[in-house]
């Protein structure tokens, strides 16, 4: 503290609002400046005339006016606060009450479980995703099968699953599933009925009409009807996470959750306009590697 | 668990009564005002106790007229009661207190200006009764109490010449005890325009002082 600062503060020193370290920095000053130590004199004597004036006293009467207006207001508070924790008592100790509650907490319980069991759910079915791209990935690295591994594995897996074999052993270019159900579709409809009598016996023994009609069997149609219908899920459950992740901004993540979309093959043309939506997302953050990436899954499409 | 937990709370509460002040001193002013908006009126009363002199004393000092000051001081309180539930805590109870006084003191100031009597003491100084007048029980010996009333009379009598703003400071700082911060809170101010209005009032008294020696 310099000698004009301690000038300055002469106030706060008399009226006692200077910390013990300021303080003993003033009155290091005063002791060396007379003149700072005159003006703290002149304004202590004041201080000390002032406080020979008596403390004027608020007269009783006024004090037992507003004693008596605060009684009557403080009892107002007191019945507006019982009546509010009065309200509140009742409302709780309610039969009806207890039981909106106990249905409330069972509903939030239920809902928990729900949730829950959706997330185990998620967790199950990427698992399974999982397998099956690797499995793909295995079949798509094995040689050439012999024709007696092929009718091996016919044995052994389902009839839709054969068919796709054996347009691989005819050279024939493999369409994806649900084109080649439509096609199934429009056969059964489409297909010329064969004339034919039949001998009269045990109905087992007839022919069905998919037999009659070289088609597959009701129950191998139906499982690849599941197959299908199980891949579209699956593709549309990874292209729904892989969104989420692009649009909270883990570009990574979302471009591995496409790529293995893309594995799964279906559905195309959801996946062209996601891609693009995240080529959009990539950029806006400067992610040209990620661009690049997004780019070159979406040629994969193609 | 929470349910049963809100039943027993409530029925405590409602039970034990809300009150109590039981050991007043250690009671802050803040707290006893929360206490009278709970529905404690005792509390209302420590707090009359402890400021009721002090506003008084405030108006008593900024106008010199005792019918005045009594009058402010019950408006004051009468304000502080029906206020006590839209209390929030933002500044202590003392500046909330010296607010309500504070605006009072301005309103009374343009109500007489507006009628056409003087806005301060500053006219009227010489009218003043001495304080020790006004206060009960003054038993100073006969020379003492006449130099003490001269004294009086010419602290009053600077004091009443001082601007407004200047005499709300000082009366605030040297007669009620407020720290500077907390009347520059009153005011509205910065603290150092606090400072230097106190410095300019002391230098007034100061000068009116001077000759008197006891």
């Known amino acids: ?24 920095e003033f009155e290091t000053i005063m002791n060396s400046y007379p ?28 004090k037992s006016r507003l004693m008596v ?11 507006r606060r019982e009546g509010l924790l009065t309200w509140l008592e009742k409302l709780f100790l309610s039969p009806a009450f207890a039981s909106a509650m106990v249905i409330v907490v069972a509903l939030g319980v239920g809902v928990h479980i729900i949730m829950l069991d959706h997330r185990l759910g998620d967790i199950e079915r990427y698992d399974r995703i999982e397998k099956k791209i690797a499995v793909q990935d295995k079949s798509d690295a094995q040689p050439e099968q012999t024709p007696l591994s092929v009718e091996a594995e016919k044995t052994m897996i389902p009839p839709a699953q054969s068919q796709k074999l054996e347009a691989k052993q005819k050279k024939v270019p493999m369409k994806p599933q649900l084109e080649r159900k439509v096609e199934e579709d429009t056969a059964v409809v489409s297909a010329p009925k064969k004339k034919t009598s039949y001998p009269v016996g ?6 069905t009409l998919e037999m009659e009609s070289g088609l597959p069997s ?18 549309m459950y990874l292209i729904r996470h892989a969104r989420t992740a692009v649009k909270m901004g883990d570009l990574q993540g979302g471009l591995n959750l496409y790529r293995k979309a893309i594995a799964l ?11 693009k939506e995240a080529i959009d997302v990539a950029k806006s953050l400067g992610r040209k590697d990620i661009v690049d990436e997004f780019i070159k899954q979406l040629d994969n499409i193609k | 668990m929470i349910y049963v937990l809100v039943i027993f709370i409530a029925i405590f509460i409602k039970r034990k009564g809300f009150s109590s002040v039981s050991n007043s001193g250690t009671i802050t002013d803040d707290q006893l005002y929360r206490l009278f908006a709970e529905g404690d009126a005792k509390a209302f009363g420590i707090l009359l106790d402890r400021y009721g002199n002090k506003v008084f004393g405030y108006f008593f ?8 000051a009594e009058d402010l001081t019950q408006e004051t309180f009468l304000r502080v009661i029906t206020a006590a539930t839209d209390f929030r805590g933002d500044c202590s109870f003392a500046t909330f207190l010296f607010r309500i006084a504070r605006n009072l003191c301005i309103d009374t100031v343009r109500a007489r200006a507006s009628r056409g009597v003087t806005s301060s003491l500053e006219d009227q100084v010489d009218d003043v009764r001495p304080l020790s007048e006004v206060i009960k029980g003054n038993s100073l010996e006969p020379d003492r109490k006449a130099f003490s009333d001269e004294l009086q009379k010419a602290i009053e ?9 200047q005499r709300e400071v000082f009366i605030l700082r040297e007669i009620e005890g407020l720290r500077f911060r907390e009347i520059a809170d009153i005011l509205g101010v910065n603290e150092n325009t606090v400072k230097s209005r106190m410095n300019y009032a002391l230098i007034s008294l100061r000068k009116a002082l001077m000759g008197f020696r006891p």
């Open chain 1, 69 to 79: 207006n605060a009684v009557k207001r403080a009892e107002l508070h007191k019945k």
């Open chain 1, 265 to 275: 093959g279906l559905p195309s043309q959801q996946l062209r306009i996601v891609l």
């Open chain 1, 35 to 62: 003149e700072i130590a005159r003006e703290v004199d002149i304004l202590r004597k004041i201080r000390s005339a002032i406080n020979t004036l008596p403390a004027p006293e608020l007269p009783q009467r006024i």
């Open chain 2, 61 to 68: 000092h900024y106008f010199g007229d005792n019918e005045i």
């Open chain 1, 202 to 207: 045990k109905a087992e023994s007839y022919p």
């Open chain 1, 1 to 24: 503290m310099t000698q004009e600062e301690a000038k300055t503060r002469i106030i706060d020193y008399v009226y006692g609002e200077m910390s013990e370290l300021e303080i003993k």
């Open chain 2, 157 to 165: 009598n600077a004091l009443g010449h001082l601007p407004d703003e």
């Open chain 1, 218 to 235: 009701a129950s191998a149609r139906s499982t690849a009807d599941n197959i299908a219908r199980e891949e579209k899920q699956d593709a």
